[in-house]
């Protein structure tokens, strides 16, 4: 993996490593030595093969740079006496920020220490670093049905891979509603998705769309499948001039004529049947399974088939996804 787009910053005491599985671009790379800017790596973007994180999965430094670089832990904080704190290592595979700064007053020596992993992805995690990084990286790298497989190869019960899948979908959910956006416009095809994740009673509606030409999206969940309410999404996440198909509904089973006819006069609005080869929704919902889930769970599931589907290649998938996770669960930075 290199580094090409990374910066890194760095204060007066933090020592910037590399290995063999880290290499620095350093015609790219900004370093600098003020004590207000504290941010020692962050990486835009990198494609990395299986082949290449299992190798950083070997090293447990690699490893603990890869988490630096995608901001899931952080390799210095602030304590509340205002001293910059790096983590020390406490036992093999435990560090904490330990900080024991003299009072210049009281001559007592501050005892505040906390665990690198607190608010973070892993605090509570019974498994190491490196067993649920592995984990993440067969989740990502095999298509379902996966259970069995991960459970043999990590030596895992099927109830503690069950509960991380839980949790990776929960990460799924935070990626599309970052990147859920107001889609479509003049000349472009925005293709609809209204559904409610089976005939199961429980869990919400979900209401969603995809622009053909760019892969762009929105997903909207909803307890309320009224007209009103349907009409109310669509004014807000398909932008006027969109022509909007579907392979599986029709606007008249949905929206009064009142408001078809709001849609195709005021907001220029072309609603046609669905002529292209290849259904964006349809590559959606091959992704998602079609036993064994519950209703409720519905929108993790289908968030992680949109996932996949807009990182059809595994390589791009990683950064992404830790990306995700430093985002959802930020390290703490401020004691």
Same mark, same amino acid.
């Given at each position: 993996m290199t580094t090409d787009n990374v910066k890194i910053t760095t204060d007066k005491n933090m020592e910037i490593t590399t290995d063999n599985n880290m290499e620095? @671009?350093?015609?790219?790379?900004e370093i600098t030595a003020d004590d207000t800017e504290w941010?020692?790596?962050s990486c835009s973007a990198c494609n990395i093969t299986e082949m290449e994180f299992f190798e950083i999965l070997r090293d447990r430094e690699s490893l603990l740079n890869f988490f630096f670089c995608h901001n899931v832990l952080t390799c210095h904080t602030r304590c509340k006496c205002g001293a910059l704190l790096n983590p020390t290592e406490?036992?093999?595979?435990h560090f904490i920020f330990r900080c024991r700064k003299k009072n210049l007053r009281s001559y007592r020596k501050c005892k505040t220490n906390f665990t690198i992993l607190k608010?973070?992805? $892993?605090?509570?995690?019974?498994?190491s670093l490196?067993?649920? @990084? +592995? /984990?993440?990286? /067969?989740?990502?790298?095999?298509?379902?049905?996966?259970?069995r497989y991960i459970c043999v190869e990590l030596n895992l019960s099927i109830q503690t891979v069950s509960k991380w899948f839980s949790h990776f979908r929960d990460i799924f959910i935070f990626w599309v509603n970052q990147q859920s956006s107001q889609i479509g416009g003049e000349g472009k095809i925005v293709e609809i998705e209204w559904c409610s994740g089976g005939h199961l009673v429980e869990g919400p509606w979900i209401f969603g769309g995809i622009e053909k030409s760019t892969g762009q999206f929105f997903v909207v969940p909803t307890e309320d499948s009224s007209s009103a309410t349907f009409l109310h999404i669509f004014q807000e996440k398909v932008r006027p001039g969109s022509t909007v198909v579907s392979d599986i509904w029709k606007p008249s089973e949905y929206l009064d004529d009142e408001d078809v006819h709001n849609l195709t006069v005021n907001y220029?609005?072309?609603?046609?049947d669905l002529q292209i080869d290849f259904p964006c929704w349809a590559n959606v919902r091959r992704l998602i399974p079609r036993k064994g889930r519950r209703k409720k769970?519905?929108?993790?599931y /289908?968030?992680?088939?949109? $996932?996949?589907? +807009?990182?059809?290649? +595994?390589?791009?998938?990683? +950064?992404? $996804?830790?990306v995700s996770v430093g985002r959802m669960y930020p390290p703490i930075t401020q004691a």
């Open positions: 620095v @671009a350093t015609d790219n790379v941010s020692v790596m406490d036992s093999v595979n608010g973070t992805f $892993f605090e509570n995690s019974a498994l490196g067993k649920v @990084a +592995h /984990l993440v990286m /067969l989740y990502l790298c095999r298509p379902s049905p996966r259970y220029s609005m072309n609603f046609e769970y519905y929108l993790g /289908l968030s992680e088939a949109l $996932f996949m589907v +807009h990182y059809p290649i +595994h390589t791009q998938r990683f +950064h992404s $996804f830790w």
